[in-house]
């Protein structure tokens, strides 16, 4: 028998969710040995129909034939011994048992009734090796960095040896060498004849990696191209449906006077980071560059003191000030938004009313009892300054999009005024088309006169819309780069960065 | 040099705080001994392990519903029912307002034995069932269930012949001596029951650490999430560890029968507060997904300890319940410092 042209194939998938409907006659097929990229804007409905693929989510109609044979995975279980593995978005990992139980969960190897933790161990090992993958099989998983752990993810997946592998955004955490590493292991898998599914963000890691890509909107198929004749504006595009001749916004911003001095910046506990010494203006766009590890994090977290300082001194309009709690740095004018903003920074169940004044829930007492009147007006405030999409101030803001999401935890913090703004990978894990309106958003809080200091992974848009940049290696400053001096269209400034990151490693 | 001492003092720091239970169960033993050096005896310590041990099979079995992240507040009256089962099904044949006078001769103890445990296990499964199926909080279902248990024991309790409601009581020493009885290694008598808590703790041990259903558990209650997308049968392992639950419940429902000899309506009223005291004191995490037995048993072992020890210092019985709340915060405060990060 001829072997099937297509390992998977979806078609006419449908999927509707209360008021949405997520999956519009959707067609996806993949060729075995091949890695096929799946792209759109988030909620899209990329994520959505995978998981009707994996069973998490139950499609509402269509049909899905594995090798030509039609299949119904009604849950994970039954996906995983057909064939079909997946490394989720969000890091589904027991954080308080080891490595080898989280690679081995669901599928205990048993001798005599009992586990097999030798076995573990060693199947772990192997596969680890196999993958060139540094960590303890007994290590606890909660303990490694978020890039290993995404290692551990895809290193579990890779060893069910699944006919179909989906990877959905495999790579928000990890390194350019570690992008690497992963893209050696997904040729060797289709070497081997496995069809891979692979859902990013990053166009030019899509581009790279993949032969074919299918682009989603609003629930809706759009396209479906050879890699090699698409290029990088056309993808988005097609994304978005409409031109985007300029990735990043016009440079408003004009640095003025000197705002904050922060000298020699150690944290308490390490590993932190070490000795870091900077100056930040009015008006200014601070990048922070680093790989992971480079404790980028840990530096604004000291700044606003919910990490502690252990050495060196914030000086703020030329006066030392002292954030020894983050309540404290809201009173001196520090804001900071977190990188992990779903499990730091969201209130998943509350309204957006609720979301975007809980930081500054004192303003709104009138003797014991808060005025909704005044919440109700800053929260339209939140909405129309950051263009929030949102039905009504009610929503609940677990129900809007990631973008949408950042950019009430963005106003939230706007509303008390802040004039030195932390933000940590902003625009992590939200849209093309989001993340333009981020950029626009930090380039006019910079025109007010506020100081911000940006934490990204993503150089293209530290170098996009910074004015300087500093580069930070294993917790210690390496290097400070200025624009028109060592970046903004200057050969070679990527390397300079990469270098300067490598510094103390 | 500098920074290896700072290393090992921190060493020591977390050595101390990962082994806080059993320096306070040590402290509480110095404290009383340093006050009353007649508590210093071998009787005292066996004493404290007997009284912990009913309790103890209770709290082993509300453990792994603990590290699922769910609770159980019908274990009292649940062992309230299977204890007035078993207790009717125990009584002496010469007793002449026994609960079956049909019962002219002493039945198999296995029988008794097996229904108590039946019974517990049913009403696990429906806690079970209103968790993992019904999606009810842990807290709402058992509130539900325990109520549903008591009216069941007092309807039980009323059927006796006489009509009365009295206690169930005068059994026969068959069961007495199996139950509650012990056994003499030299001059040092050992009560059954200790054995019991320690093979039922070391088979709690093998299922938590050694087997599928232990390993799924701490998935779902750290993650279920994680559990499920590895294919994790989520509804089943909960059900599981319901049922094994149950089983522990009506062992010691029907050990605690031999214990107070007189089962009526309000026996077992408020264990589930112990079996869970000495959970968390034990380290067993109410947000799921940690714990560990041998922190359960020793966790019992304190409860117990503090309650002797009141006892046997002749502390004044209100006040004992002040010193006991206080002590359980602290020790559970001490405990979880071992989770909490610096930052």
Not at chain 2, 19 to 44: E, H, Q, R
Not at chain 2, 112 to 129: C, D, E, K
Not at chain 2, 152 to 165: D, F, R, V
């Amino acid at each position: 028998m001829e072997p099937a042209k297509y390992v998977l194939e979806m078609i006419d998938i449908n999927k509707e969710f209360p008021g949405v409907k997520a999956l519009d006659n959707v067609q996806f097929r993949l060729k075995p040995g091949t890695v096929h990229a799946l792209m759109g804007e988030n909620g899209a409905g990329k994520s959505t129909l995978m998981k009707c693929l994996f069973g998490i989510y139950k499609k509402d109609s269509g049909t899905i034939l594995m090798e030509g044979e039609p299949v119904d995975l009604t849950d994970p279980r039954d996906a995983l011994d057909n064939g079909v593995a997946m490394v989720h978005q969000e890091l589904n990992q027991v954080l308080r048992r080891n490595v080898m139980e989280n690679v081995w969960l669901g599928r205990f190897p048993l001798k005599r009734g009992l586990v097999d933790h030798k076995k573990m161990y060693e199947g772990t090992k192997e596969i680890f090796e196999d993958l060139d993958i540094d960590v303890d099989p007994r290590e606890m998983i909660g303990r490694l960095s978020v890039s290993q752990r995404q290692m551990v993810e895809i290193a579990k997946a890779v060893s069910y040896d699944a006919k179909i592998l989906v990877l959905d955004e495999p790579t928000s955490s990890l390194t350019d060498e570690e992008v690497n590493h992963l893209f050696r292991i997904l040729e060797k898998l289709c070497d081997n004849g496995v069809g891979i599914v692979y859902i990013s963000h990053r166009i030019d890691e899509i581009l790279r990696i993949s032969s074919e890509v299918t682009i989603l909107r609003d629930g809706k198929w759009v396209a479906t191209r050879d890699s090699a004749n698409i290029t990088t504006d056309e993808i988005i595009t097609l994304m978005v449906n409409r031109d985007m001749e300029n990735r990043f916004p016009p440079k408003v911003n004009k640095p003025g006077d000197v705002l904050m001095e922060c000298k020699g910046i150690t944290g308490k506990y390490p590993p932190t980071c070490v000795d870091v010494s900077f100056e930040l203006r009015k008006g200014e766009v601070l990048g922070v560059a680093g790989l992971v590890g480079s404790r980028r994090t840990e530096l604004l977290n000291v700044l606003f003191g919910s990490m502690t300082l252990g050495e060196g001194e914030i000086i703020l309009h030329g006066k030392p000030v002292k954030n020894s709690s983050p309540e404290q740095a809201k009173k001196n004018h520090f804001a900071l938004i977190t990188e992990e903003r779903r499990s730091t920074g969201l209130f998943p169940e509350m309204n957006i009313i609720f979301n975007s004044t809980i930081s500054n829930i004192r303003a709104y007492l009138r003797g014991f009892l808060l005025t909704d009147k005044m919440m109700a007006k800053d929260t339209a405030k939140v909405i129309d300054d950051l263009r929030v999409r949102t039905p009504n101030q009610k929503a609940r803001i677990k129900n809007l999009s990631g973008g949408n999401q950042q950019k009430v935890i963005i106003g939230r913090w706007l509303l008390m005024e802040p004039e030195v703004l932390l933000l940590d990978e902003p625009t992590r894990g939200i849209d093309v088309g989001a993340k333009y309106e981020i950029y626009q958003l930090i380039l006019d809080l910079a025109a007010q006169d506020k100081g911000i200091i940006m934490v990204s992974s993503e150089m293209p848009e530290l170098l996009g819309i910074c004015d300087r940049i500093l580069v930070m290696s294993n917790g210690r400053l390496s290097g400070i780069l200025e624009r028109g001096v060592h970046f903004g269209d200057i050969e070679g400034e990527q390397e300079t960065i990469m270098r300067l990151a490598a510094k103390y490693v | 040099m500098e920074i290896e001492k700072r290393v090992g003092n921190k060493n020591i720091g977390e050595f101390l705080i990962n082994n806080a239970l059993y320096f306070i169960l040590g402290a509480i033993l110095v404290t009383v001994v340093s006050i009353k050096p007649s508590f210093a005896t071998l009787t005292n310590f066996i004493n404290i392990i007997k009284q912990a041990s009913t309790k103890g099979i209770l709290a082993l079995g509300c453990a792994g519903l603990i590290v699922i992240a769910g609770t159980d507040l019908s274990i009292g009256r649940v062992l309230g029912l299977s204890a007035a089962v078993t207790a009717s099904l125990v009584q002496s044949v010469t007793y002449a307002s026994r609960m079956y006078p049909q019962m002219t001769q002493q039945i198999n103890l296995l029988i008794p034995l097996f229904l108590s445990i039946a019974i517990a296990v049913i009403f696990s499964l429906i806690n079970g069932f209103g968790v993992a199926k019904l999606h009810l909080h842990a807290f709402i279902v058992s509130l539900g269930t325990q109520l549903i248990a008591y009216g069941l024991t007092c309807i039980y309790i009323e059927m006796q012949p006489s009509g009365s409601a009295q206690a169930l009581s005068t059994f026969n020493d068959n069961f007495l001596n199996k139950a509650a009885g012990s056994f003499s290694i030299g001059n040092v008598k050992i009560p059954y029951v200790m054995i019991y808590f320690l093979i039922c703790a070391f088979i709690m041990h093998i299922i938590w650490n050694k087997t599928k259903l232990g390993k799924d558990m701490f998935a779902v209650g750290g993650n279920p999430e994680a559990a499920k997308v590895s294919g994790v049968n989520v509804v089943k392992t909960i059900m599981l560890v319901y049922l094994v639950a149950g089983i522990y419940y009506g062992l010691a429902a029907f050990l605690e029968a031999a214990r107070v000899q007189s089962v009526g309506a309000n026996t077992g009223i408020n264990y589930e507060l112990d079996a869970i005291s000495a959970c968390v004191i034990g380290g067993v995490s109410f947000s799921g997904g940690v714990g560990t037995v041998i922190g359960v048993v020793i966790g019992s072992i304190i409860l117990q300890a503090i309650n002797y020890s009141l006892y046997f210092l002749s502390i004044n019985a209100y006040l004992q319940y002040i010193i006991k709340g206080l002590i359980i915060i602290i020790a559970v405060a001490i405990d979880v410092r071992k989770y909490l990060e610096k930052r």
